[in-house]
């Protein structure tokens, strides 16, 4: 089992920064793209950021120059820094890992439980 925790999330007002944090535990071999996703109320789960094991890195427009993806491979952890927040950029975030437990098994997806970011007005 692989378990994944965000944490970093909160309440902030707009024009501030939040920094997000995924760490990953459990059976983990090899790890490919980590990324983060975001939910809000009453609509589909959208790709925020992910960045591969060679470091490219892929955004979805709206957060393209306020968001940063970075990842520590030392620590399979996994970071979003967004400054310059927005009320719209309020929803749950959750990361993404795509694993391998062992060099004999197949590629696999994990999810962390969603931390919630609030932007005020």
């Known amino acids: 089992q692989v378990h994944l925790v965000e944490s970093g999330g909160g309440l902030v007002q707009a024009g501030g920064s939040l920094r997000l944090s995924c760490a990953t535990s459990g059976r983990i071999f090899s790890i490919s793209t980590m990324g983060w996703y975001r939910q809000a109320p009453g609509k589909q789960r959208e790709l925020v950021a992910t960045i591969t094991s060679g470091d490219t890195t892929r955004y979805a427009d709206s957060v393209k120059g306020r968001f940063t993806v970075s990842r520590d491979n030392a620590k399979n952890t996994v970071i979003l820094q967004m400054n310059s927040l927005k009320p719209e950029d309020s929803a749950v975030y959750y990361c993404?890992?795509?694993?391998?437990?062992?060099?004999?098994?197949?590629?696999?997806?994990?999810w962390g439980q969603g931390t919630q970011v609030t932007v005020s007005s």
């Open positions: 993404n890992v795509a694993f391998r437990s062992s060099p004999f098994t197949n590629w696999d997806t994990a």
